[in-house]
């Protein structure tokens, strides 16, 4: 493969037609939204509770990372079974579907990021179906800016390429990173929304204190909209899930996840659905009406 200059100078080719341009979800414009890794191998009847929530909460946004194999997989579209789901999914106007790659903490080659990236962006191509994603989700994405702010560099390059491939086929491309903890000011020159949290609930013994740190330069408190939460082994009840996700909502905080599954125990973090997920939807539905009718009142 080239090198990076070489592919970001590269114009990207579609074969379908430019279709009208979507816009990424605007930040707490529909409040809150639900990120759920859908990690989840679409068989049959394998996402039926992602659509029923979809469909039942037409008010509550939901993006959805969409992962076939660690990335999109070899081939250049989905296998059937992902094809038909993802197609279904794209129905629903409160759903946004961003595509998974990682980078190894910034130290995976780039260029296998991007090619990834760009094969995403090729699903619009897709002629049978509607099976386009709306942008991508890095995981394993750097947190510290490295020497010579080189990590900086790194997101930099792949968010302006992720930007532009993904606009040649009517799409913003809607970036997500996950550092899984707070991160740079600067970071977010070079991402729409960034995962400040992903951790145990356990550890989250002071929820107030999440979001802060001594460190000025850090992002705590600034850009809350595009903070995005994932919580894990979460082992309280659906009462207590509803505090929990009252009080992330009433932060203003742009995407959260909350699941039981322990990946201590084996189970991964999202290779299936938590013991509360429709409670959880419904309180996230609620929380954010909550939140509107306050702005309202003030």
């Given at each position: 493969m080239g090198s990076i200059l070489e592919?970001?100078?590269?114009?990207?080719?579609?074969?379908?037609?430019?279709?009208?341009?979507?816009?990424?979800?605007?930040?707490?414009?529909?409040?809150?939204s639900i990120l759920f890794p859908l990690y989840i191998y679409p068989d049959p009847g394998c996402w039926d509770r992602v659509f029923t929530a979809v469909s039942r909460h037409p008010m509550q946004h939901f993006t959805l990372v969409i992962n076939p194999n660690s990335g999109p997989g070899p081939e250049k579209f989905p296998d059937a079974e992902y094809t038909d789901a993802i197609a279904k999914l794209n129905v629903y106007k409160n759903v946004t579907l961003i595509g998974y790659v990682h980078s190894s903490y910034g130290e995976r080659d780039l260029t296998q990021v991007i090619a990834e990236v760009e094969r995403y962006a090729a699903w619009a191509s897709y002629s049978d179906l509607d099976i386009h994603v709306d942008g991508i989700f890095v995981d394993e994405a750097p947190g510290e800016l490295g020497e010579g702010k080189i990590n900086l560099g790194y997101l930099k390059t792949l968010h302006a390429h992720t930007k532009r491939v993904f606009q040649e086929v009517g799409l913003q491309g809607y970036f997500v990173t996950n550092p899984g903890k707070i991160v740079s000011k600067a970071f977010y020159d070079y991402a729409d929304s960034i995962v400040s949290y992903e951790a145990s609930f356990k550890t989250m013994i002071f929820p107030d204190t999440l979001f802060t740190s001594s460190d000025k330069q850090m992002s705590a408190?600034?850009?809350?909209?595009?903070?995005?939460?994932?919580?894990?082994?979460?082992?309280?009840?659906?009462?207590?899930?509803?505090?929990?996700?009252?009080?992330?909502?009433?932060?203003?905080?742009?995407?959260?996840?909350?699941?039981?599954?322990?990946?201590?125990?084996?189970?991964?973090?999202?290779?299936?659905?938590?013991?509360?997920?429709?409670?959880?939807?419904?309180?996230?539905?609620?929380?954010?009406?909550?939140?509107?009718?306050?702005?309202?009142?003030?």
């Open positions: 592919i970001l100078a590269a114009p990207f080719i579609c074969c379908t037609g430019r279709r009208k341009l979507k816009p990424s979800k605007p930040s707490n414009s529909n409040g809150t408190g600034v850009n809350i909209d595009r903070q995005a939460v994932l919580i894990h082994s979460f082992d309280g009840s659906s009462r207590k899930q509803g505090e929990l996700v009252q009080m992330l909502v009433k932060k203003g905080i742009g995407e959260v996840y909350v699941t039981s599954c322990d990946p201590g125990k084996g189970e991964g973090d999202y290779s299936r659905y938590s013991e509360h997920w429709e409670d959880f939807v419904a309180e996230m539905e609620r929380a954010n009406e909550a939140a509107l009718l306050d702005d309202d009142e003030m």
